[in-house]
């Protein structure tokens, strides 16, 4: 099967993980990824966080899937210049470097630019240009914290909390991503590269627009009704943290199942959609809230919202959150158990759908990762194991039209 970025170049100077997820995605659907590193060291996520001695830490196999690895020190003149070549022949170079760190190894994008007129820069900073912190190294926290995800995230009585899923990192990548493949379009109507940039601030921010929405709903009225405050507690004027409410129109939370005094995942979301309220009454041997005025519309329910969850909870109570959804399924209530990751790992519909997939690597036997989430009809994407440090350097050099002797002078000179 031909896979749609075949035939495209990309020179991946990323490390740790806003992009290395974004260069693994492309080369999931076809692109020659090849990973650019410092010779003896590589991507610092190759040693962090081990879980077998020596060997590449899954930090590092589960990011970068798909590609090449070519080390290279491009501090030196003869990296440089493999580097420039390099340029010279691909469509793509992504970096995640601190602010500066490419002008100052001598590639800025006017430079690259220069050298291939028609090659997308693609980068990943934390603040966007100009902005009063474009000056800052940033990981994923400090983005969650500064993109608005953590002053509305937890629960109203406790510190501004981070998420553990990577709205940071991973999902910049996933909008450097577009944004490539947005100016690979543009190249293709102007015959011109372009420079393509995303802050992490702003991928988080991107994300909670509706938090921003929440922001003038409460400027204007004072209260959100769908907030666990509402109508018992106070609100300030800015956006509160909500806790597990639903974030929409429809009223939600995570309620305990049978066993949730020993089990810490014995839950399951629970969402009160309009139309199944007469079933949900029903499920639950109430059927006297489905005309009682106190109950009967989203609005008369939500000042008793907690009592309602209350006797929901006491309905799922000899229920485990399987039982329970199994149940509530039929009632066509959006609901989910909490899933553990040893659930999410092991779960067989994830395993035939290929977003979980074990694959090979050298050094460490095989491993689980997170494989393509993105399904197509015509493409399935081939999830391989990463690339051990520099596996590909001789290679790509001789792709270059590097002769033997080259390579090995370059490799005496330590340049790669
Ligand atoms: N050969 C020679 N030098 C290399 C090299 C190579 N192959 N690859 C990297 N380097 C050098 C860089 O040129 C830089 O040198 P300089 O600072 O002397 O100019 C140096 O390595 C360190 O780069 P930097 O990216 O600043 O690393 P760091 O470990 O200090 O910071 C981050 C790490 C992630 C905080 C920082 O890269 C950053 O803020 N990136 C942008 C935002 C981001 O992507 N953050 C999250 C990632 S998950």
Redesign the pocket.
């Known amino acids: 099967m031909s896979k749609p970025l075949e035939g495209i170049k990309i020179i991946d100077f990323t490390?740790?993980?806003?992009?290395p997820a974004c260069t693994q995605l492309l080369a999931w659907f076809g692109a020659d990824v090849i990973k650019?590193?410092?010779p003896g060291s590589g991507d610092?996520t190759r040693s962090q966080l081990r879980d077998i001695p020596d060997a590449d830490a899954l930090y590092f196999t589960m990011l970068n899937s798909n590609k090449r690895s070519l080390t290279?020190?491009?501090?030196t003149q003869e990296?440089k210049e493999v580097l420039e070549k390099l340029v010279r022949e691909s469509d793509v170079l992504v970096e995640?470097?601190?602010p500066g760190?490419l002008d100052?190894?001598g590639f800025s994008w006017e430079r690259l630019n220069e050298l291939n007129p028609k090659l997308i820069m693609a980068s990943?900073?934390?603040f966007s240009d100009g902005h009063h912190y474009d000056d800052l190294?940033?990981?994923?926290n400090v983005a969650q914290c500064a993109g608005g995800a953590a002053s509305t995230t937890g629960f109203w009585d406790g510190p501004p909390t981070v998420s553990a899923a990577a709205l940071g990192?991973s999902n910049t990548g996933m909008h450097l991503a577009i944004g490539i493949l947005t100016a690979i379009i543009g190249r293709g109507q102007t015959g011109r590269g372009q420079k393509v940039a995303v802050s992490?601030q702003d991928s988080v921010i991107n994300l909670c627009r509706v938090k921003l929405r929440d922001q003038q709903r409460l400027d204007r009225v004072g209260y959100l009704e769908e907030y666990p405050q509402y109508p018992h507690g106070e609100f300030s004027d800015v956006v509160p943290r909500g806790g597990n409410a639903g974030g929409g129109g429809q009223p939600g939370w995570v309620l305990k199942c049978k066993g949730w005094e020993t089990d810490p995942n014995a839950y399951i979301y629970f969402t009160i959609q309009g139309h199944a309220w007469e079933p949900i009454c029903r499920a639950l041997g109430k059927p006297e809230w489905i005309s009682d005025p106190n109950y009967a519309t989203a609005q008369a329910r939500q000042p008793h919202i907690f009592d309602i969850f209350a006797t929901i909870e006491a309905w799922l109570a000899d229920k485990t959150k399987y039982e329970a959804v199994d149940i509530l399924r039929k009632f066509d209530i959006p609901c989910a158990p909490v899933l553990s990751m040893k659930e999410i790992a092991n779960d067989p519909s994830l395993r035939a759908s290929g977003t979980i997939v074990e694959v090979p690597h050298k050094e460490r036997g095989s491993y689980l990762t997170v494989g393509s989430p993105i399904k197509f009809s015509g493409l399935k994407p081939e999830i391989t194991g990463s690339p051990l440090l520099g596996e590909h350097t001789d290679e790509i050099l001789a792709e270059l039209g590097y002769s033997k002797d080259q390579i090995a002078n370059l490799h005496t000179s330590r340049s790669v």
């Open positions: 490390h740790v993980q806003a992009g650019v590193e410092r610092v290279l020190d491009t501090k990296g995640n470097f601190g760190a100052r190894m990943v900073k934390g190294k940033v990981y994923e990192d992490m």
